[in-house]
């Protein structure tokens, strides 16, 4: 890692940590005062992690493509870029951020243990369909993140609205109606990028490895992540599922997307998807 | 008859085909599959011989491919079909356009959105149909009562969606059976004309079905790695084409000729050694091409003599060790090792441009230029299937994005005031519906409106 690289990676891991550490203060001792500082603090560390991703953009010369360390610090820039970008457009949905700091923390920790060290860009990821297919990944990665986020924030929410007195904390946050729709457009937006991402993906494979489809272990993980969130759309539009069951759905799916872009290269080791630099 | 076919084209049925695929895929991750890792699957089949042949019964060691997942497959087209065919008057009625649709507004049935609006000074209904039709509505009627619609053909896109999975299958299953597979070693300044007999024996060239082999004639001008650190950041792989056209090609850059494609696979040195006896005559003379460059040993045979080559592209000692500083080709050097009868008759270092004595013998490298492995493959259907990709991809974003608006309009008056009332409905959304709703109304309007 470059030398500012390291000081903007620890500073943006305490700042998200505090901002986590917020939200549970916010929570457990129901103020919702602090929620406008917990977003200032989420903001300011987008940029310590923008300024990370510069940092290693100077020493390596490419934007950070390859490898476990470099695929979480680009991924997790994409998820807090989409908290921040939603909660702008509608201060309501600032909470979001509850469940999409932890999860950008946790990644980043696990990013921190594999191969942080700088490395020139492979010559498998100098293409055009490199950006298509990464940069769709990504997207659809902090879409279904973020519908995950609702999720938690619905049930959360529900939670708290059963109690005689209910958690001040959540008055901030739109009304489970609104929750309800906004983990459907969520889900919707990273279906669409999905699909994208896969197709991209194909044509990308051809060139690169001569098979548009080889049934590898990633690619086979996509299409049944995929194929989830085309079963939770088809739920939800035609067998009507929502609030709860849809929460829940949106929180359970993620873990497909999680395990196509993090477990299945812990336990198969014959993917050519290694997001690593070869 | 009817009952079969209403429980086939259920959605219902969709969602199980889809788990149970689901399913298949998952045991295709975790049981090694023939044809993707057949080391593993052999070394498998050797430790356990009963269970992988029962697993291989069942067919689940080819499970992309078994009778199981092909069923599932053929009934997910099927439910496809009748799902699609089912819902093409549904459709029709939906993207329909007539005035049968302008209705009161307080009256009208399935509408979620309803709200009454003050009409400002000079502002009338036609202002309001004027800023509609300007923000992408279709409207019909007038101020006294009119059918907004935005995104009307919305609609239509399920139907593109979900036939681009009719052009994947079939541009898959074109591919399928017009598809050959081969691999092909190249040295630099070699020709290839086509010839069957030239590609790898192992693995086996896949032969198609229906259609010939790759016509294709090239030579190999020149192959130049280019590696920092251990990472390798390009190849160029020069090619002249039978014409004396000039292609080059590099990791995602394939050599295409008609259906067929040249893909890079791998890389490896190709060095000339000549064995001399004591005399300084020459015994052999050949252009070797040595799969070392993964950091494993290769074997070759020159008069009689079995060599083992390691290759240092960077060599240096570590602790008295060999060993290679990076993948960077600064200092080549082979470590070789020579039997000769079953004994060891010599080993040493040669570097690039010179030689190893033993055993009477002087073993010469002359030059040391590259191999590459072509991983060739010819396939038609591919436009079909890119075709089904890029439907899939518009219809996707055309149903989800750009999803249907409507809006019903009837301007009132009473006790000399005017009020615009507006009924919407939107598909997918109620509440973020009525949000949008009511932000363009109040871009028209200005704020006033009182949702009921």
Not at chain 1, 6 to 11: K, T
Not at chain 1, 120 to 132: C, D, E, F, Q, R
Not at chain 1, 266 to 274: A, D, F, G, K, Q
Request: charged fraction near 15%; glycine fraction near 8%.
């Amino acid at each position: 890692m470059a030398f500012w690289e390291i000081i903007f990676y620890w500073v943006t891991l305490v700042i998200y940590s505090l901002a986590a550490g917020g939200f549970i203060y916010s929570f457990v001792f129901k103020n919702p005062r602090v929620l406008p500082r917990i977003t200032l603090l989420v903001t300011s560390g987008f940029i310590a992690h923008t300024s990370t991703i510069l940092a290693r953009f100077q020493a390596t010369g490419h934007l950070p493509w390859s490898g476990h360390y470099e695929y979480v610090l680009m991924g997790g820039w994409f998820i807090i870029a989409g908290t921040i970008f939603v909660g702008w457009q509608n201060k309501s949905l600032q909470g979001l951020a509850v469940a999409t700091v932890p999860l950008v923390i946790i990644m980043m920790g696990y990013g921190y243990m594999q191969n942080p060290g700088l490395t020139p860009m492979a010559a498998s990821l100098k293409t055009v369909w490199l950006y298509i297919h990464v940069y769709f990944a990504w997207i659809s990665f902090g879409a279904y993140a973020l519908a995950m986020s609702a999720g938690v924030l619905y049930l959360l929410k529900s939670k708290s609205d059963l109690l005689p007195v209910p958690n001040p904390a959540y008055e901030k946050y739109p009304s489970l109606d609104r929750l309800d729709e906004l983990i459907f457009r969520y889900v919707v937006f990273g279906f669409i990028t999905d699909t994208i991402m896969i197709c991209a993906g194909a044509i990308w494979a051809k060139d690169l490895w001569g098979s548009y489809w080889a049934w590898d272990p990633v690619e086979t993980w996509s299409l049944i992540s995929w194929l989830i969130y085309g079963i939770t759309i088809h739920l939800r539009v035609t067998f009507k599922w929502r609030e709860k069951r849809l929460a829940w759905l949106a929180v359970a799916a993620m873990s497909t997307v999680i395990i196509c872009f993090f477990g299945v290269n812990l336990v198969v080791n014959t993917s050519l998807h290694i997001f690593q630099v070869r | 008859m009817s009952k079969l076919i209403k429980k086939l084209s259920s959605l219902r049925f969709t969602i199980t085909l889809i788990c149970l695929l689901g399913v298949m895929f998952i045991i295709g991750l975790w049981v090694p599959q023939k044809s993707l890792v057949k080391e593993l699957y052999l070394q498998w089949h050797k430790n356990s011989p009963q269970l992988v042949s029962f697993l291989d019964f069942l067919g689940l060691t080819t499970v992309y491919t078994s009778p199981i997942t092909v069923t599932l497959w053929f009934f997910f087209f099927l439910n496809l079909s009748l799902v699609i065919w089912q819902r093409i008057p549904l459709v029709r009625y939906r993207i329909s356009l007539s005035e049968k649709m302008i209705v009161d507004p307080e009256r009208a049935a399935g509408y979620s959105f309803s709200t009454s609006f003050p009409l400002p000074q000079g502002v009338g209904g036609e202002n309001v149909i004027a800023v509609l039709r300007k923000k992408h509505f279709t409207v019909l009627g007038n101020a006294d009562g009119f059918y907004a619609v935005k995104n009307r053909l919305s609609p239509l896109a399920f139907l593109i969606f979900h036939l681009s999975f009719f052009l994947i299958l079939l541009g898959g299953v074109i591919s399928v059976y017009t598809e050959f597979i081969g691999y092909l070693d190249l040295a630099q300044g070699e020709t290839f004309r086509g010839e069957p007999g030239r590609y790898n024996a192992s693995p086996r060239p896949k032969l198609p079905s229906f259609g010939g082999l790759p016509d294709a004639t090239f030579t190999v001008k020149s192959i130049e790695p280019h590696v920092i650190g251990n990472t390798p950041t390009s190849i160029d792989v020069r090619l002249l084409d039978g014409r004396g056209g000039s292609h080059t090609v590099g990791i995602n850059i394939p050599y295409k000729t008609g259906d067929s494609s040249f893909v890079f696979k791998h890389l490896g040195v190709a060095p000339l050694l000549v064995l001399k006896d004591a005399a300084g005559a020459t015994l052999a003379e050949n252009y070797i091409k040595l799969d070392v460059l993964q950091r494993k040993p290769d074997r070759f045979s020159l008069a009689g003599c079995n060599f083992t080559a390691t290759f240092y592209p960077d060599y240096m000692l570590e602790q008295g060790k060999r060993a290679s500083r990076s993948m960077e080709f600064n200092n080549p050097v082979f470590f070789i090792s020579v039997e000769r009868g079953g004994k060891k008759i010599g080993e040493g270092i040669i570097p690039k441009n010179g030689s190893l004595n033993f055993a009477g013998f002087r073993l010469e490298m002359h030059e040391m230029p590259y191999w590459v492995r072509f991983y060739v493959v010819k396939q038609r259907g591919l436009p079909v299937l890119y075709t089904g990709f890029a439907l899939a991809t518009v219809g996707v974003i055309w149903r989800l994005l750009f999803f249907k608006r409507e809006l019903l309009g009837a301007v009132r008056g009473s006790g000399g005031a005017r009020h615009l009332l507006v009924a919407g409905r939107s598909e997918y959304y109620k509440k973020l519906a009525e949000d949008e709703f009511m932000e363009l109304f109040h871009n028209i309007l200005g704020k006033g409106g009182t949702v009921s």
